[in-house]
Antibody, heavy 119, light 112 residues
């Protein structure tokens, strides 16, 4: 069975960084990509970026360029999201989602990681 | 960026009756490979989204056949043939034809 298990909730101060992990199981990690999506309280879904599980190629949302970095560790089938320079409007639930390489969609989702930015 | 427009609320529907949700794109979602990467997702309160439909009309594994998708180009529709209580929540369309991927603002299913 395919699972994406994310790291636990984080509370950070403004200006700090956070790194969220997403551990995949039940499929061959390198044959899929991972997208990251966030959802602010009471709001809709916002795509943050995508990383290839095969070669680490990335695409980022322009508004986050320079603050976000996506990486993978293929030895542990884990994807990582790092967000720097945190602001209060980065408070959200962060999701990872598996993305089939040849048919882009988000077919399996992690449980979400709540990141709270507060002084 | 491609803008996907959905109504914020569905038309109120009685359990067991059909309903549909629209999604309009600001530009064509036809990819250079000939496919149209428009998906529908469902999110219940407090849960992550789950994929219902991909490439306009393909039901994802385990999705009941009362869900169907249709459309082409810039206009797409999700239909639920018989609404059940478990269908409550918010429905999002999403395009993966062009980076950056974008989502509609979501449509909340309203039960009478």
């Amino acid at each position: 069975q395919v699972h994406l298990v994310q790291s636990g909730a984080e509370v950070k101060k403004p200006g700090a960084s956070v790194k969220v992990s997403c551990k995949a199981s039940g499929y061959t990690f390198t044959t899929y990509g991972i997208s990251w999506v966030r959802q602010a309280p009471g709001q809709g879904l916002e795509w943050m970026g995508w990383i290839s599980g095969y070669n680490g190629n990335t695409k980022y949302a322009q508004k986050l360029q320079g603050r976000v970095t996506l990486t993978t560790d293929t030895s542990t089938s884990t994807a990582f999201l790092e967000l720097r320079g945190l602001r209060s409007d980065d408070t959200a639930v962060y999701y990872c989602a598996r993305e089939p390489t040849l048919e882009p969609s988000m077919d399996v989702w992690g449980q979400g990681t709540t990141v709270t930015v507060s002084s | 960026d491609i803008v996907l427009t959905q109504p914020p609320l569905s038309s109120p529907v009685t359990l067991g009756q059909p309903t549909s949700i629209s999604c309009r794109s600001s530009q064509s979602l036809l990819h250079s490979d000939g496919n149209t990467y428009l998906s529908w997702l469902h999110q219940r309160p407090g849960q992550p989204p789950r994929l219902l439909i991909y490439k306009i009309s393909n039901r994802f594994s385990g999705v009941p056949d009362r869900f169907s998708g249709s459309g082409a180009g810039t206009d797409f529709t999700l239909k639920i043939s018989r609404v059940e209580a478990e269908d409550v929540g918010v429905y999002y369309c999403m395009q993966a034809a062009h980076f950056p991927y974008t989502f509609g603002q979501g449509t909340k299913l309203e039960i009478k």
